[in-house]
Structure formats: C-alpha cells, structure tokens
Nanobody, 117 residues
Framework: QAQLVESGGGLVQAGGSLRLSCAASGRYIMGWFRQAPGKEREFVAHISWAGSSTMYADSVKGRFTVSRDNAKNMVILQMNSLKPEDTAIYYC??????????????WGQGTQVTVSS
C-alpha cells in the first residue's frame, strides 16, 4: 500500500509559479491530476519509473514540468505562468497508466492551488 503526501500548494497571482512535491513511500510510476469545483478530475502530467519519459496535458504543456528524485522517492511538479483556470486541488497518484485517473491505484490527499487574476 503506497503512501503519498503532497505539499507546496497555495495562492499565487496569474503569471506566477508554484512547486508541488509528492513524497511517496516507495518508487512508482507517478501522475499528477487536478480537480476544480464542479468538474471531473483531469490528467495533468505523468512521469515514468526512471524519469526518462514524461507526458503532459495539452493545457499545461510548456508551462508545467514534472520531475523526480528517486533517492528521496519524491516527484515534483513545477508550475510556471499560472493562469486562473489552473485553480484546482492537485493530486499525485501512483501506479497507473496515463491519462485515465481510474487506472491509478494510489492517491494522495490533495493540495489546493489558487491562482488569482
């Protein structure tokens, strides 16, 4: 049973940056998802077990970067040029196949990201 803990969310102005971290209890293929109020959970990014392969939603390509530090069992989501529509609860997830959220077995508790205009 994987344990995932996100951190790094907060309030930022449009155009700003935030860095989300996900500490895992082991080494897994990892994904990031987000869910805005009244909307379904959507795929944001995915990184392979070794970190050599990444995948992004079209809405965040060129602005978000996913990386991992396997020595620390940690996955990072660097978010730049943030927009109000990026406002959501962000979740890290482990052991799944992108982009469908239902394929991921383990989930963190989520961290709120709010982007003001």
């Amino acid at each position: 049973q994987a344990q995932l803990v996100e951190s790094g969310g907060g309030l930022v102005q449009a155009g700003g940056s935030l860095r989300l971290s996900c500490a895992a209890s082991g080494r897994y293929i990892m994904g990031w998802f987000r869910q805005a109020p009244g909307k379904e959970r959507e795929f944001v990014a995915h990184i392979s077990w070794a970190g050599s392969s990444t995948m992004y939603a079209d809405s965040v390509k060129g602005r978000f970067t996913v990386s991992r530090d396997n020595a620390k069992n940690m996955v990072i989501l660097q978010m730049n040029s943030l927009k109000p529509e990026d406002t959501a609860i962000y979740y890290c997830a482990a052991d799944g196949v992108p982009p469908g959220p239902r394929s991921y077995r383990y989930w963190g508790q989520g961290t709120q990201v709010t982007v003001s205009s």
